[in-house]
């Protein structure tokens, strides 16, 4: 069966530290792949996206993902961590039309 | 500008009530999603749409009923609540494989 695994419930770093974030799938075929973020009592914005072409993906606020195929792995990653980056993780992934979400890693940030 | 649209946003019913929760989106997408999310369980996939006159069971349909009424709505419908199915639903449609949210609705089964 298709599925998503995040590995870590939870997470704390401190501030100015560097993160990442694991995730892992299980596929058929390489499926697209996502990050999103929830901020508590809101809704899920999107990060990052994979599709294809370059395994090292930009996304907002400073994060990137890489995509590597013989792990099966699509970890999200940011030099620097900012207090405003606590929230809750999503990796995701997607044969269309289908989306399967991972159980999500709580990021704490400690000042 | 109203992108993916759920209505109520909240909700309390008894166990037994049955209720429908609406959906709809502008942006003209084909796949149209039912998830709910639950503390520790990210978000399972209940239905979902591929395109309009479509509907397929995801991760946990057991209990819910959906409705492709057009290629703008997607409703979930509830027959007979159970405290089981208290949590945080979200709809979203879709292009591409990247899903657009509506801001959730938060149901409560006593």
């Known amino acids: 069966a298709q599925s998503v695994t995040q590995p870590d419930i939870h997470i704390t770093v401190s501030e100015g530290a560097s993160l990442e974030l694991r995730c892992n799938y299980s596929y058929g075929a390489t499926p697209y792949l996502f990050w999103y973020v929830q901020s508590p009592g809101q809704g899920l914005q999107l990060l990052l996206k994979y599709f294809s072409g370059d395994t090292l993906v930009q996304g907002i606020k400073g994060f990137e993902a890489e995509f590597k195929r013989s792990q099966s792995s699509f970890n999200l990653r940011k030099p620097s961590v900012h207090w405003s980056d606590a929230a809750e993780y999503f990796c995701a992934a997607a044969s269309p039309p289908r989306l399967v979400f991972g159980a999500g890693t709580i990021l704490r940030v400690k000042s | ?110």
């Open chain 2, 1 to 110: 500008n109203a992108g993916v649209t759920q209505t109520p946003k909240f909700q309390v019913l008894k166990t037994g009530q049955s209720m429908t929760l609406q959906c709809a989106q502008d942006m003209n997408h084909n796949s149209m999603y039912w998830y709910r999310q639950d503390p520790g369980m990210g978000l399972r996939l209940i239905y979902y749409s591929a395109s309009e006159g479509t509907t397929d069971k995801g991760e946990v349909p057991n209990g819910y009923n959906v409705s492709r009424l057009n290629k703008r709505e997607f409703s979930l419908r509830l027959e007979s609540a159970a405290p089981s199915q208290t949590s945080v639903y979200f709809c979203a449609s879709s292009v591409s494989g990247e899903l657009f949210f509506g801001e959730g609705s938060r149901l409560t089964v006593l």
